[in-house]
Structures are given as structure tokens and as C-alpha cells.
């Protein structure tokens, strides 16, 4: 797999597809939407570009959904401004993003641990398990600390990899991150956003072309990460990413090949 990642990112970069005007604009909106979608969200792409670039709001959308698009939105500029500088990862750094993620989907619960406000950032009060028959995330007692060795742990191999030119060994960095703070879940809402920023987070800081996942994805997504955790093997979602993220880089490729042809026709018979 190391061997086709590194042959389509030579056939992607030959094309000069990430020079394009805007290409990085317009995959920003991708990773956002794709991202909200898997939670359940039906904006678009092109209502996503339409609210972000103009602030014309798409019609007919739950109001819910809008606003999850545009906090997600604000996450990823703050992330984006955070990877350009290098800043370290902490318990601070993750509760900006959390809060910028939830600001105006999240709210408060109240338990007999006490209350507390995913809008504001706080970490999770309460056991919660994946689904009706997933099992358990880790006792909510023990989320700061792992929080903290993650943190430490990402710190620590982030800086290697910035020395490194081995791109590969990045993206595979890049997916344990995001499963290992998927399986901390830190929040009761908003873990699969915030895991999936913090992947791109990371990409985008190791100069890599950031991955997402489409929607029509989200079962086998769900599932190597069902799988990766519950078999206490990450190799299981970080080959499932690395595939995933071939495929989406090919068919970047085959669009914008067929956009050249396109275009060489009308100049041709203009």
C-alpha cells in the first residue's frame, strides 16, 4: 500500500491539482461537509460555499445543521492557524477547538456526577458506550489523564516527523491519532468532529494533503473503527484510511484529467 500511496501523491502532485486557484479553499469545504454529513447533516458542498464565502445561508436546511457547519467551519480556521504554528497539543489547546466545534450545537446535562456543558468544552460526566451494543469508552474518571498522555504522546512523534520526509509514516501517525482520541471520546458530543479535525489538524501542520471521509463511506468507516478499538488493533483503521484516502486522491486525479481534456476540447473548437 506504501508503494500505491506514494505513486498516486507523485501522479497528484505531476498535475499540480493541489496549485490549483483555490484548491485549498474548496477542499476545506469538502473535509466540513463530509465530516457533518457523517453526523447527519444534509448541507451540501456548494451551500456550504455559498454561506461561508457570501454568508447566504442554505434554504430549507434544519437550522441545526447550518449551524454545525459554520462551527465546524470556525474549528477548522482556528486548527489551520494552530498547525501553522506549531503549537503543541494540550488539554487547553483541544478545549479551544471543542468549544469552537459545540458553540452552537452544544449544551448542558445534568448528572449525579454534576453538570456539565459540551458547549463550553467540559469533558464528559458520564459513561457512554458506542451504540446500543457497542461496548463501553473508558470510565469517564480516567478521560483527563489519558487525555493528557495523549497529548504528550502526539507531541512527542509529531516533532520526529516534522525532521522526516517519510510521508507515509506521517499519515499512519495522522490515523492512530485520530482513533486514539476517538477511543479517549473526551466529550459526549462532538468526538467524531473533533477527532477528524485534529486529523487534519496534524496533516496539514507534517505538509501532507489532508484525508477525509465521504459519506457514502461512514459504515466502513464506523466499522474499522468498531474493530480497530474493540480488537485493540489500530492497524485495522489505519489500512482502512490509508485505502481510503488512495481512493479519494484517484479520483481527484481522473476529475481533473477529464476537466483538462474538457477544457483542451473548447480550445480546439473555439
Known sequence: ?????????????????????DYSKFSL?????????????????????????????????????????????????????????HRDYSRGLLWEISVVVLKNTGCSYNTALGTFDSSKGDLRKVNVSAGASGKSYINYSKVEGRLKKWCSEVNEKRKELLKSEEVYGKYLFTFDSHLDLLT???????????????????????GLIPAKILKEDKAEYIDALIKAREGHDPSVFSSFMMALHIRNLQAEITEFKKSQEVSEDKTIFS
Open 29 to 85: 469545504y469538502s473535509l466540513i461537509t463530509q465530516s457533518t454529513a457523517i453526523e447527519g447533516s444534509t448541507v451540501t458542498e456548494a451551500e456550504n460555499q455559498l454561506f461561508f464565502d457570501e454568508g447566504i445561508p442554505p434554504k430549507k436546511r434544519n437550522l441545526s445543521e447550518v449551524l454545525m457547519n459554520l462551527d465546524l467551519h470556525n474549528a477548522y480556521q482556528l486548527s489551520i492557524r494552530f498547525a501553522k504554528h
Open 184 to 206: 479517549i471520546h473526551p466529550w459526549v458530543d462532538g468526538n467524531g468532529r473533533t477527532a477528524r479535525l485534529v486529523m487534519n489538524q496534524l496533516q496539514f501542520e507534517l
Open 1 to 21: 500500500m506504501k508503494s500505491e500511496l506514494m505513486d498516486t501523491l507523485s501522479e497528484h502532485d505531476r498535475l499540480g491539482i493541489a496549485q490549483q486557484f
